[in-house]
């Protein structure tokens, strides 16, 4: 049974802002980073493709260690495991700052997936105990604004970081914001924790970690075509049979590390699978456009920053617009016209070029943002 502790109205007030502080450090480094890839792989003496390592490995760690989030709130509490999330999060960047070659960046982006993995989740716990359901709604629209606004500002705030100051400031933006966090989740985070908590899946953990760390690390390196296609093929097929195995393992488990049941659900299975497909293609975006503007048409990390924020605003914007037409048109047929619609706009990019108009791939940014 989850412990609930008296909650004084300060901290329902502040609580909404401290999760929002997690999302929106995550979301900004992540805008940041996509726009400056090109100066750091320069500064690296490496290909700004090879830098994909740097965006795929802190993706990794929030595969690996999400599942466990929730159990490690219900056995530690939310209150310590968020400052502690907030600090490796903060700590990650840091050295992220400091790091002088591509292996200690791409160890402390791992460090911060790990803070990340835990800040979400486990802040989304503690506003779903310490609010009603009638009032759910309101609070998570206080959480999504500074998501939306981070990718807004982050490509502005990384070309002109970068355009001012060494490529390494980008990820020294996240330590003031972090420390101010810390101090507030002490004073205002409740502290919710699960008087009955089950035991952890150890085995799932391995298993489901091993097999999916192992698939991105072929994905990985079948890109760079590093390794002979004997070994890709093994690895695959080991990452395979451990992802085969964590499902035989969590069909005979009472409480699993992910309960795999819910995609009997159809309601739970439909979007899920829809939007894996939708992201296949939607997820690469961020880190290719501003290859696009930099590498393919010469743009300064500032000018491909302010190209990709059209899309932010365009996002933020639909969210606005969304609620009225659902209600005339129903989720059904929204989605399947969206779904071709976003993908017309993403092959659109393959007429850009140098000799493009500005304000037609500024269009073109707009349009894909009301789609995403």
């Known amino acids: 049974m989850t412990e609930r502790p008296e909650i004084d109205p300060t901290t329902l007030r502040v609580l909404p802002w401290l999760v929002a502080v997690g999302l929106f450090m995550e979301h900004l480094d992540i805008s940041i980073l996509n726009t400056v890839i090109p100066v750091i792989a320069a ?46 999060f903060t700590i990650g960047s840091l050295l992220c700052g400091l790091s002088t070659n591509l292996p200690m960046l791409i160890a402390s982006r791992f460090l911060q997936g790990v803070g990340g993995s835990m800040m979400v989740p486990v802040g989304r716990i503690a506003l779903i105990r310490a609010y009603p359901r009638s009032q759910m709604l309101r609070m998570m629209n206080y959480v999504v604004i500074p998501a939306l606004v981070a990718p807004l500002v982050g490509p502005f705030v990384g070309g002109t970081l970068v355009h001012l100051l ?5 990820f ?3 330590i003031p914001i972090g420390i101010a966090g810390w101090i507030l989740i002490r004073r205002h985070m409740p502290d919710f924790r699960d008087a009955q908590v089950t035991p952890l899946d150890k085995l799932g953990l391995v298993l489901f970690g091993a ?9 990985e390196v079948f890109g760079e075509h590093s390794w002979p296609p004997r070994e890709i093929a093994l690895m695959f097929g080991v990452s395979i049979v451990l992802l085969i195995a964590y499902r035989w393992h969590a069909r005979h488990m009472a409480h699993p590390l992910l309960y795999l049941r819910l ?7 439909i979007p899920v699978v829809g939007g894996f497909i939708t992201r296949l293609g939607v997820g690469g975006m961020p880190f290719l456009l501003p290859l696009l503007y930099q590498v393919g048409l010469g743009y300064s990390p500032l000018e491909a920053g302010l190209l990709t924020t059209p899309l932010a605003v365009a996002a933020m914007g639909m969210k606005i617009m969304s609620r009225p037409i659902l209600a005339r048109f129903g989720h059904r047929q929204v989605l399947l016209w969206n779904t071709w619609l976003l993908g ?6 393959v007429l850009v070029d140098a000799r493009t108009p500005v304000v037609l791939i500024v269009l073109l940014s ?3 943002g009301f789609f995403s």
Request: glycine share 6%.
């Open 43 to 88: 500064d690296l003496g490496t290909t700004a493709l090879s830098l994909k390592a740097v965006l795929t490995t802190y993706t990794l760690a929030l595969a690996i260690f999400i599942p466990v989030s929730g159990w490690v709130a219900d056995r530690y509490g939310t209150r310590r495991v968020f400052r502690v999330a907030v600090a490796l």
């Open 166 to 170: 060494p490529w390494r400031s980008v």
């Open 172 to 174: 020294l933006v996240n």
């Open 211 to 219: 097999g999916i760390a192992l698939l991105s690390y072929v994905l």
């Open 263 to 269: 995609f009997a659900i159809r309601t739970f299975r």
């Open 344 to 349: 017309g706009t993403i092959m659109l990019y």
């Open 366 to 368: 707009l349009m894909q």
